[in-house]
């Protein structure tokens, strides 16, 4: 009963260094999405993804890239770290009701700090 | 365009009496209505929502919110809070496949 997993907790990187967050959820969603949590700021949405093959902007996604591969995996990719990028990254997932629209109701992940220096 | 406003920064109240966060939005239609709790280093959970139908939700661990369209409002209520229940709170609005999330009020309780 896994839910939506990330990897990794916890990481620093230098200015100019690439990585890559996984996300995966194991509940057949459609819809997962990837958020940065800055102090006072709340969620902003980074990019999001309606199925397999879709991938869509949000408010903030300059700097990152995304796949979507599989209805399982979502991992964003950070090209050239740079400080303003130091933040915790969510992922989360939703799901459409029976024949109906997605619902907005999102399963968040734990969280991955991402220190850049 | 869409957003969400949640006025508190950070509330503080002493255990045992009532809480209120409140939560303003702005959309054009009937909108889908979220409150989230994250405990400090955790993610987020969901405490309530608000699809449609009757306009006062209730939620888990004794939380409840009232949708008043008049007010464009989703406040979010508990009578009588534990100090447990400190942590940040969002409200949340979905719009075209998005979630919008308010700034967020951090909730400190006193013993």
């Known amino acids: 009963n896994a839910g939506v997993t990330q990897t990794p907790k916890f990481r620093i990187l230098k200015i100019g260094q690439s990585m890559t967050l996984q996300c995966a959820q194991d509940m057949n969603h459609n819809y997962m999405y990837w958020y940065r949590q800055d102090p006072g700021m709340g969620l902003k949405l980074i990019y999001y993804?309606?199925?397999?093959?879709?991938?869509d902007k949000g408010e903030v996604p300059n700097g990152y890239n995304v796949s979507r591969s599989t209805t399982e995996d979502f991992p964003l990719r950070l090209e050239l770290a740079a400080p303003s990028q130091t933040s915790v990254y969510f992922c989360a997932s939703s799901y459409t009701a029976a024949r109906g629209p997605n619902t907005g109701e999102l399963f968040f992940g734990e969280g991955s700090r991402l220190t850049v220096l | 365009a869409q957003s969400v406003t949640q006025p508190d920064i950070h509330i503080t109240v002493s255990e045992g009496a009532s809480l209120e966060l409140r939560c303003n939005y702005s959309y054009g239609a009937t909108p889908y209505l979220f409150w989230y709790v994250q405990s400090p280093g955790q993610g987020l959970q969901l405490l309530l929502k608000?699809?449609?139908?009757?306009?006062l939700v209730q939620g888990i661990k004794g939380f409840e919110a009232e949708f008043k369209r008049s007010q464009s409002s989703f406040n979010l209520r508990k009578p009588s809070v534990h100090w447990s229940d400190a942590a940040e709170y969002f409200c949340?609005?979905?719009?075209?496949?998005?979630?919008?999330f308010g700034p967020g009020t951090s909730l400190s309780v006193i013993p």
């Open positions: 949340a609005l979905f719009s075209y496949d998005k979630v919008i």
């Open positions: 993804s309606v199925g397999a093959g879709i991938t």
């Open positions: 608000y699809f449609s139908g009757d306009t």
